[in-house]
Every structure is written in C-alpha cells, then in structure tokens.
C-alpha cells in the first residue's frame, strides 16, 4: 500500500515539496533528480512517481512519463494528486477530454481543492461543457466568496447556458465587495459594470438597464460603449427621441458607422428593408448626408433599398464622386449590389454614359467644368471589371488596355487584367500579368503576395516560394517554416492545390494538415484567456472570443483545404485498393529553402533586407509529406475532417458528400445512409443523390460478409426515399444541366465495368455542348477535362473536347 505525503518520512516530504517548487520554475533536470531520492528511500511510492512522470514529459520522454504516471496511480488511486499530475499532463499535450476526466476525479478526492477545481472549470469551459462547469465554479465561489474572478467566472457559466438571471444574481451578489476591493483598478470595474448591464439587456429588463447604466456613467471608461448601450436600450424602452439624439451624437463621432445610422432610422420608426420607408429612408439620409457630406456610408446606403430612378441618381452621386477621385475599389463596393439583375445593368449604363461623356467632351452632362484627366481612365476600369463580371472576357480585356494605354504606370490597371486573364482561363498569361504589377512596386505586399498566389494557380510552386520569402522577418533561419509560423493559410492552401494538381499528393496533404494545424491553434491558444479575461474582467469580450471560436472551423480557408485533404485520401485508397499504390516523390528537383538575400537577388528587386549574417535553416524532416502517405489507414485519417466538418458545417450538402465518399470505402453502410439522408433534407434536387444511391446499393451488393437482412433493410430505406434510381436517368431528367451530367459520369466511373466507362465518356465528350448553357463554367469544363482523363480518353477525343471548350472559353489556355 502506497503512503500519502504525510506518512512519508520528514526528510522525504522536504524534497517531495522541493520537487513541485522545481516544476512550477520549470527546474526539470533537478526535479527528476530530487524525485529519484525519494524513490531510492520509497520506491513505491504512487504520488512521487506521477510526479517524476510529469518531469519526464517536459523533457520530451512522453511514452516514458505516462508509464510512470499510470503506475503510480496504479499504486494510489484515491491520490488527487497523481490524478492532477495525470490531468496537467494530458491538458499540456493538449488531451482536455483525458485532461478534464483526471482533474473531475482529482476534485472528487479532493473537493476542497481551488486550484484542481480552477484548472477543471478552464478545461471545462473550453470543451463547452457548461452544465458542469456551473457546479465547479459554484464550489469555487464558496470556498472563497471574495475573489472577483471565481464570480465572473460563474456568470459566464450561466450565460453560456441562457440562464441570464442566474448570471446576473452572480455578479449582483459580488457588487458590494467590489466596492471595498482596493486592488481592482477603474477600467476593470468599468468592464463588470458593463458586462452586469449587458446581462440585463440579454434577460429582457431594459428599463432597470437603462436606469443602472444612468448610475454606473461615472465609473465608466468606455464612453463609446456606454454611449452605444444608451443608444441602444432607449430605443428598446421606445423613447425614441431621445434615442435619435443619442445616435445623432454617436454618428457625430463616427459617421461611417452602418450600425449607429440604422438605429438613428429605427428612432425615426424606419426600416431599409421596407419598401414602404424608402422615401422616408432617403429623405432622413439626405439630411445625414448634408451634415456629413465626406461619410463613404452614407453615400453607399441609399443604393442597397433604392431602386429604378432614385437607385440612379444615388448610383451617380458616388460614382461622380469616385471618379473625380480616382477611388480604384469603385467596382468593389458596387459588386454586392450586382445580384439584384436590374440595379447591375442600371450601373452598367450610368458608367458607359460617363465613359463617353468624359471620352468626348472630358466632363459631365450636368457639369460645366472639365473633369480631372484620370476621370475617364477609371471609368473605363470599372467598365472592364463590369463586362468580367458578365463573362464578356473579351470586351474586359478590350477595355482594360484602352485603360492601360491612358495611364501605363496604374498598378491596379494591370491586376486587374490579371484577373480577368485568370477568369478567361488564361492562367499563365494572368501570372506574368501580375508578375508584371509587382515589378511596379516591389515594396506593396499586397501586390506580391497576389502575384504568389496567381503563380500557384499555374503550378510555378518554387517560384512562388521566392516570392513569398521576401517579406519574411531577417532573422528566420527557415524561410518556409517561418510562412508556417506566420499562418498565412491562404498559402498553405493554395500550395496544397497546387501540388494535387501537379499528382504531388504528400506534398499536398502535407499543405492541408499545416491548414489544419493554424486553425487548431486558433482554437487551442484560447486555452489561456479562460484564465486572463477573468482576472482583467474584459468579460464581453471574452463572451464574444467563446462565440468566435465556436465558428472557427466554417472559415472558407478551412473548410476547402479539409475537402481537399479528403479527396487526396480517398485517391491514395483507391489506388493501393487498385494494386497501384502512390509513393511519396522524394526531394529530387525541389529548390532548397532559400535565405532572403538570395530569394531578392533572384526576384531581382531592392530591398536591403537580410543583409549580415545568413542563419543555418533547420531541416525539414518530411519535406515530401511521407508521414501522410504512408499513413496505415487512409480512410481513418479522411475521417477525422469529417468530422470536423460535420461538426462545423454541417449545413452544407458538400460536408456530407465527402462523409458518404468516405463512409461507403469503410463499408459503413448506415452512416453512409445517413449523409444520403443529409443531403436530400438540404437539398432534394443535389446532382449527386442518383449516383451515391446506385453506388451504395451495388457496394452492398459485391460485399459478401455484410448482413443479408441488414442489406435488405437498407434496400427499403433508399427505395423508400428515390424509388427505382438510375444514373443515366438522373442525366436525361436534366439535359441543360452539366452539374449533374458531371455527377452522373463520376458515378459511372467509380462504378466501373466497361459499359460504365464507355458511358461516361459519353457524357463527358458532350460536355461543352450547347445545350448546357451558363452551366458550362470553367470550373465545370475543368472538371469534365479530368474525368475524361480518368476515363482513359483517346488523344484525339481530348483534342475534341479541348476544341469545343476553345469555343466556350476562346481565351483559355488550360484546356
């Protein structure tokens, strides 16, 4: 039987204290070491061995450490503290579910406990476990009723759950001490004031809100915030005039902000989204205007209510104003309102009235005074962003030369034309395009990571490298690593694209999981404010970084690179099921990570960076993502971005495509069930439901050791839902839509057998006929091109349909 601390003898309960001070001063060499003398005089004893466990694993002997650690609990398990060690362990390798299991069972044993129970509410909240992270921060509160953090901390607990009179009962019972609490300093108490009357608005009482934020004004430090809650909860209790002098003072502070002229207009008992306010909307906003007349917001908000000639000469009123300007993002801010068809043709006609006015006479209709020179140069430039957005490629790049001819020296003429090349199909024209803008201004990181991301786009992946290392810090001993540390994902993602697309399938995944990698630090590093925002009780915003990291994994970024991720790992499936499994492409022909000396001689340009002496760069241990090819059980690893996605996005039909591709090759038939299920209650017409439905019944088919009575009751469930289901069917249903064409002949391919293939060729080789209309984007020809490609298509019906999508896409060189 192990002895407690107490029962060990004094001079080993000496150094078993010492031991713990040596861990808190991250002491480790001697903290092992002073744990091995106890162990020479006690061997057995549990609680020093969990602690020697806990030496070793900071000092990266983890398998080691976790023996140690299991064996003393083994040894003692009713110890808290083994079980705590067990738990600081697992928290630091960043297992909070084990962590959160040691620390409930720690404080089981020990209930009295504030620091187990503090770090227990930490892992708790972070794994959103709110119901018990209510009951733990109500232990903490009685065991010391006075520390303002444990009270914070309970009212955030009930404010997670929407139980905001219990959060507010929290902080109310604490209000007095803080009164008394000499050591709170004034923008902390600021910020519980808030956070109490925020808690009042969110349970409903308004009135007693507005009441105590009339109380608290002297107290507080942020008088913006206090303001904009004034403004706020007067409008809530109806007073609405003095709500509208409230905002009209807020806007006088800041009148482009959208929220603060929406609440004036709600003062006024007005709606943008109400057809029936719009002439009421316009007047109050002509007059906001008249005071603010150098407010961008109050110029644009008329334009996202008004509509056929008051939408006009809003239109104008902005548009004058920006090319008189020379505003280059003109089309940018106009771009949201192009989805409503009429107000995206009206500006179409305002600018190509202004481009002739100012062509011919250099000024307005309505004006007497020339405009600037420039004015109809930027005219034109929005124009050739206008007919892109149109898909006239064409008459873009017509008009962006007659731009360039008129100022050859504008950066933003050139990107642009890059990216109208880009949306022609012309991927290389688009990079040296932009290649060229950069050369123009070789200090603008904005123009060099474009131009990075557009030679990805066409596979130049080592030039793209040299370009992006530029702008890296001097003293980076990596370069790459460094573009790694910095979590530029747009990056990484881009990269790994770049790579699939090359068949550089270890290279690519390795760019996805380092994608995976940024977000789960996102996710990881709030970890540590769980802790911080209660000690400086900026509450609200520590409300707001829980909703944040809620949603981090719906960041488009994410969500792309993890379908990719999954798509590469069903290929390396496949192609080992196949017997012709991929091998990582070994380090051959790869540049080496380059200094930044010599990554701006070889982009030729003059910045005096990394000038000294050059640092040896640390060596890439899996430069050609090995690690991930070579994975034991590819669909394991695919599963694990399904669920997050599924997690995450689960709301989109695309989330649960990927899951049944992945469920189907495990053979997991229900779950595969399940995302069919998923995709029809999103969408009931999806292109792919016919050919997942015909998949699935003819894999179940060829599976020997599944269930006979559980293929039949699975058989019932997808005959109950779509009835007799052919792919070719589903394609003939939809003859002017090559979604599901694209669908259907994908669904033939993985099928397989030679009618299947032949088939699906079929449909292929039709791919840029007519008939299918807008739907034949680029993106979808491209996709066509790569299953013809699967299908084991002929040279010459490669250059047929390569022809044919010439003629869909004159400018494309990507066919």
Known sequence: MSLTISELPHKEQTLFRSALKLYEVRQYKRGLKTCDQILKRVPNHGETLAVRGMFLSNMERKEEAYEHIKRGIEINPNSSISWHVYGIVNRGDQKYEEAAKCYEKAAKVDSENAHILRDLSQLQIH???????????????????????????????????GRYDLALKAITSHEDNLKHDTNMLKNEISEILMYKNWLMELKGDHQLALENLKEIRLRITDITAWKEQKANLLLKVERREAAATAYQELIERNPDNND??????ACNGLDMACADDKDAVLEVIGSLQQQFPFSNTLKFLP???????????????????????????????????????AKGAALGRLMEGYATQLRDTNRFSDSTDDEPATASMWSTFYLAQHADYYGDYERALQLIEDA??????????????AKILKHAGDVCGARNTMDFARQMDLKDRFVNSKTVKYMLRNNDVEEAEKMMIMFVRDDAAHKVQEIVDMQAIWYMRERGDAYRRLGDIGRALKQYHQVLFCFNSYHQVQFDFHSYSLRKATMRGYVDILQWEDQVYTHNTFVGAAHAAIDCYIDLHDRKLAGAPFAAISDEGQSKPLTRNESAKQGQHNLSAGVGEVKQAEVDKDPNGATYVDADDYMAEALKFVERLEGSVGQQAKTHLSAFEVHLRMQKYFLALKAINSIKAIDEQHPSLASMVVRMIADMDTNESFAAPMKAALKGQLTKSFGEVSIEASIDAHPNSLPFALAGAKGLLTLGGDANVASSKCVLLKATSSAYGETRTLDNLLAAKTLLEQSGASEAEMSDFAAGAKLVFPLATCF
């Open 260 to 265: 603060y002229v929406r609440g004036y207009l």
């Open 303 to 341: 334009l996202t209510f008004c509509e056929g000639d008051s939408f006009v000469s809003a239109a104008e009123t902005l548009a004058k104003h920006a090319l008189r300007k020379g505003i280059p993002s003109l089309f940018t801010s106009m771009k949201m309102l192009y989805a409503n068809e």
């Open 404 to 417: 360039i001819r008129a100022s050859s020296d504008t950066v933003e003429l050139y990107m642009v034309k």
């Open 127 to 161: 794994l959103r476990q709110y119901e018990k992270l209510v009951e733990t921060r109500t232990k903490l509160v009685k065991l010391n009723p006075l520390l303002t953090a444990f009270w914070l901390g309970l009212a955030v607990a009930h404010q997670m759950l």
